[in-house]
């Protein structure tokens, strides 16, 4: 089974664009917790755009499911992260300017850094993914940090899956996302995705070698408000589970 972890960044957007209480990010992850999730994601931002920090606590006190606190690798944000212990915590790139999370971290760049902020939070028993490309050489240098888990940005796979017309192309893209899947698997990691899909492309995910779990947001969240959270993360669930849905094609 893929596990689905609903982000629920998108419902604090709305709240703070008229700087109202409501809608509440807390509310809407016990209503994706009705409806099959398998976790909670939320990303505390240092701008503080979306998601607040009374959320973060709320969301820990309030939910049964397990919460995946998305944060980057900063000071004031590992000592959040120390204090709240959610399950898991998703080390993630991020930039002032930028409209949501774009692209994986420079694992290479920044390795001293990140093993230090892995060792920190997993020390406290908080498991630690890395946001990353799904890459040889981000599966190879992320080895080195001690992380459990990679998340692999797939925003470049759904933009081209998407575009893509015949069943070669998109089974020559999903081969390409599992060859990088079987690498990360057999180094140990723990294989997650996320950026990018919707209903239109995840269920490509059933077919993808070793993936365990997606952490789905915008697409969800959009489409509950025309169907309800509940339902809207019930679909999601189906698309990445049921058979029905697999999308496996014979290569032509």
Same mark, same amino acid.
């Given at each position: 089974?893929?596990?689905?972890?609903?982000?629920?960044?998108?419902?604090?957007?709305?709240?703070?664009?008229?700087?109202?209480?409501?809608?509440?990010?807390? /509310?809407?992850?016990?209503?994706?917790?009705?409806?099959?999730?398998? @976790?909670?994601?939320?990303?505390?931002?240092?701008?503080?755009?979306?998601? /607040?920090?009374?959320?973060?606590?709320?969301?820990?006190?309030?939910?049964?499911?397990?919460?995946?606190?998305?944060?980057?690798?900063?000071?004031?944000?590992?000592?959040?992260?120390?204090?709240?212990?959610?399950?898991?915590?998703?080390?993630?790139?991020?930039?002032?300017?930028?409209?949501?999370?774009?692209?994986?971290?420079?694992?290479?760049?920044?390795?001293?850094?990140?093993?230090?902020?892995?060792? /920190?939070?997993?020390?406290?028993?908080?498991?630690?993914?890395?946001?990353?490309?799904?890459?040889?050489?981000?599966?190879?240098?992320?080895? *080195?940090?001690?992380?459990?888990?990679?998340?692999?940005?797939?925003?470049?796979f759904c933009k081209n899956?998407?575009?893509?017309?015949?069943?070669?192309?998109?089974?020559?893209?999903?081969? *390409?996302?599992?060859?990088?899947?079987?690498?990360?698997?057999?180094?140990?990691?723990?294989?997650?995705?996320?950026?990018g899909l919707n209903y239109?492309?995840?269920?490509?995910?059933?077919?993808?070698?070793?993936?365990?779990?997606?952490?789905?947001?915008?697409?969800?969240?959009?489409?509950?408000f025309f169907y309800g959270?509940?339902?809207?993360?019930?679909?999601?669930?189906?698309?990445? @589970?049921?058979?029905?849905?697999?999308?496996?094609?014979?290569?032509?």
């Amino acid at each position: 089974m893929i596990r689905l972890g609903v982000n629920i960044d998108h419902i604090a957007t709305v709240r703070q664009a008229r700087g109202e209480k409501y809608p509440d990010p807390v /509310q809407a992850a016990i209503l994706a917790e009705l409806g099959g999730a398998d @976790n909670i994601t939320c990303h505390l931002r240092e701008d503080r755009r979306h998601i /607040q920090d009374r959320d973060v606590f709320a969301l820990k006190d309030s939910i049964k499911i397990p919460l995946n606190f998305e944060i980057a690798a900063t000071p004031e944000m590992l000592g959040i992260a120390k204090k709240v212990k959610p399950h898991a915590v998703t080390l993630v790139p991020e930039k002032r300017e930028e409209r949501t999370t774009e692209g994986g971290l420079d694992v290479k760049r920044n390795k001293s850094s990140l093993t230090s902020a892995v060792g /920190q939070l997993q020390d406290l028993g908080i498991a630690v993914s890395l946001f990353v490309e799904p890459t040889a050489e981000s599966v190879e240098v992320a080895r *080195e940090t001690g992380a459990v888990a990679l998340e692999f940005h797939t925003g470049t796979f759904c933009k081209n899956i998407d575009k893509s017309v015949t069943s070669r192309d998109k089974c020559r893209l999903v081969d *390409e996302l599992s060859v990088v899947s079987k690498l990360a698997h057999g180094a140990g990691f723990q294989c997650h995705f996320g950026h990018g899909l919707n209903y239109s492309n995840a269920s490509w995910l059933q077919v993808v070698a070793f993936a365990e779990e997606a952490n789905i947001g915008h697409a969800i969240v959009a489409r509950a408000f025309f169907y309800g959270l509940e339902q809207a993360v019930r679909d999601m669930k189906a698309l990445l @589970n049921d058979a029905k849905n697999n999308p496996r094609i014979l290569k032509v």
